[in-house]
């Protein structure tokens, strides 16, 4: 059962430049949300960011992860309010 | 809102699948429900692939897609992937996306659940649809 650092650690481990929030929202360890900025993702359309964060886990998610809600984001792209 | 803002497809019919005249896509031998799918993709612009229906859907990530495509009004095709759990694997195999819901518009994958809340916030959502 990972942990919300756990997600975290991989995420960053995975993707170069990442920096990753993540939440186990039920506290089960089986639904997490995630907000990942990554200099990777310059460039990528929502969906190619989104591919990547999922690909960190395979068939983890859907299977062991039954959620991972992803926020994604370029650095270049981070409002400021 | 009338009734048919959305129409289910039933993926998955008892009648056996047609025998692929030309069916040199993955599968080799012909897959029916990989071709199911993908022919439903093709034919509708707007498709939603959930878990339930939109009347009731089964996961909350389903249920809130299915309320952003409702409030703005758009038609949009329904199917369940929950009766065959071989309606997702393929599903995802065509789409390379591994969770549930996945909309497709104009044969396109446009995200899940997070990106269409994402663009429906934006407005983007409207703009595609259109």
């Not at chain 2, 859907?57 to 309320?67: H, I, L, M, W, Y």
Request: charged share 20%; proline share 8%; aromatic share 6%.
């Amino acid at each position: 059962m990972p942990s919300a650092e756990d997600i975290k650690l991989r995420i960053e481990a995975a993707i170069p430049g990442a920096r990753a929030e993540v939440e186990d929202y039920t506290g089960g360890g089986d639904h997490f949300s995630a907000t990942v900025t990554a200099a990777a993702f310059e460039g990528l359309s929502r969906i190619q960011q989104h591919r990547m964060v999922y690909d960190v886990f395979g068939a983890e998610v859907g299977g062991a992860i039954h959620a991972l809600a992803l926020k994604t984001q370029a650095p270049s792209t981070i409002n400021t309010h | 809102m009338s009734a048919s803002q959305f129409e289910p497809i039933p993926m998955l019919s008892s009648e056996p699948a047609p025998a692929p005249a030309e069916t040199q896509e993955a599968g080799g031998e012909g897959n029916p429900i990989r071709a199911a799918i993908t022919e439903a993709i093709a034919e509708h612009k707007v498709i939603l692939f959930m878990k339930g229906n939109p009347e009731a859907p089964a996961c909350g990530f389903s249920a809130r897609t299915v309320a952003m495509l409702q409030s703005l009004e758009v038609p949009f095709a329904a199917v369940d992937i929950l009766p065959d759990p071989r309606i997702r694997q393929e599903l995802s195999a065509i789409s390379n996306w591994p969770t549930i819901p996945q909309l497709f518009v104009d044969g396109e994958l446009v995200g899940g659940c997070d990106i269409v809340t994402e663009m429906y916030e934006s407005g983007e959502l409207a703009q595609a649809l259109l």
